[in-house]
């Protein structure tokens, strides 16, 4: 007897366990992430490396709440697709692990409480941004061009960049140059990341009719347009030393590194298209770019990094600068 109660105490507490990860599957976590390491970027940027941290913590639990929404909505919008392809046939929607209207109660709360705690704890531009950010990735990205234009993941990909702008408004109440900045350098990033991913596995959206790029226009002409639009963002990373001198030397150093790699992949891939491996590199590398170069922005707008920096150029013989 004894036996049977705790097998069925624990059998419960595995449906439980399994039920709290499908509905954590359903935000797409790991995006979420890297969203909101390019909010935080934002926050420091415009706090000039002091950042309140409860103010920290505020944003970053709206910003995600918001970008889980959005997942999730984009997730409900898309079971029918996601069945049908191998990589996302396992997600809770199409494999039956949630019911379509849950996830959608469950969205809306989301929004909601994204909605209400930044508006209360942050600002009302802050909330009203990240709620643009909702709106604009499920109706203009994924019911509007997702399955209807070969332009989509570009237009699309604005709502990706609202979140540093979110984290902006969130210390100052406003936008300057800089957070518009920060916003195109992440709709710069978009079509290179994704497009190096949808090369991989073009075939599947291919299967589906999603008119991606390299579906419609082949590997060549894709790989010419991540290396335009490659060529595009590493310059513009470094507006953000000249002539916006929001950051310095140190973020200089690093833009330049990493945007050469980030070069250098998108080159290859321009020299043999329709090799994969060197599309998967791209999609990997495009990742850890924006988090180094995020992580970048950040050193350098600490104090200590400023007075570092201050302090070797007093000592170096720099007068003509
Ligand atoms: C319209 C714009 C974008 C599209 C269409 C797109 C599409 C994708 C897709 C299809 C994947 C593969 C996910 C999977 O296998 O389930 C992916 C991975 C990823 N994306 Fe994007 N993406 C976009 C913008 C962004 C933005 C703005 C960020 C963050 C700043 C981001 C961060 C990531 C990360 C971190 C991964 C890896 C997730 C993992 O480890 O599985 N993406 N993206
Ligand atoms: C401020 C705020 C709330 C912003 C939200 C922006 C947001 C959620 C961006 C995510 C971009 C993304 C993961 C696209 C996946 O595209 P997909 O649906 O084509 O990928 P799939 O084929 O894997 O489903």
Wanted: charged share 10%.
């Amino acid at each position: 007897m004894q036996e049977v109660i705790q097998t069925n105490v624990s059998r419960h507490h595995d449906n439980v366990l399994q039920v709290v990860q499908s509905y954590y599957q359903l935000t797409k976590p790991r995006i979420i992430l890297l969203l909101l390491i390019t909010t935080a970027a934002g926050m420091w940027l415009a706090a000039k490396g002091e950042v309140d941290p409860l103010l920290l913590l505020v944003t970053l639990t709206g910003g995600a709440l918001a970008s889980g929404s959005a997942n999730t909505i984009n997730c409900l919008y898309d079971r029918d697709i996601d069945y049908i392809m191998e990589r996302t046939r396992w997600r809770p929607l199409p494999s039956g692990r949630v019911k379509p209207v849950d996830a959608l109660i469950f969205a809306i709360a989301l929004a909601i409480a994204s909605f209400t705690l930044l508006t209360v704890f942050a600002n009302l531009l802050t909330a009203l941004l990240a709620l643009s950010g909702i709106v604009f990735y499920v109706l203009i990205y994924t019911h509007w061009l997702k399955r209807h234009s070969v332009q989509n993941i570009v237009i699309g990909g604005a709502a990706g960049a609202i979140p540093p702008l979110v984290g902006w408004a969130a210390v100052t109440g406003d936008l300057s140059w800089s957070a518009w900045l920060l916003f195109a350098i992440i709709f710069l990033w978009t079509p290179p990341h994704f497009w190096a991913l949808a090369m991989m596995i073009r075939d599947e959206y291919k299967e589906v009719g999603v008119p991606m790029l390299p579906v419609i226009e082949g590997d060549e002409i894709t790989a010419q347009q991540i290396w335009i639009y490659s060529l595009i963002l590493v310059p513009s990373t470094l507006l953000l030393v000249y002539p916006l001198h929001t950051s310095g030397f140190v973020y200089a150093a690093i833009a330049l590194i990493l945007g050469g790699i980030f070069l250098q992949k998108a080159w290859q891939l321009l020299q043999s298209p329709s090799e994969r491996n060197t599309a998967r590199s791209l999609f990997k590398y495009s990742i850890l770019y924006l988090m180094l170069l995020c992580a970048g922005m950040v050193v350098d707008s600490l104090p200590v990094t400023q007075n570092m920096v201050m302090a070797v150029s007093e000592s170096l013989p720099l007068g003509f600068l």
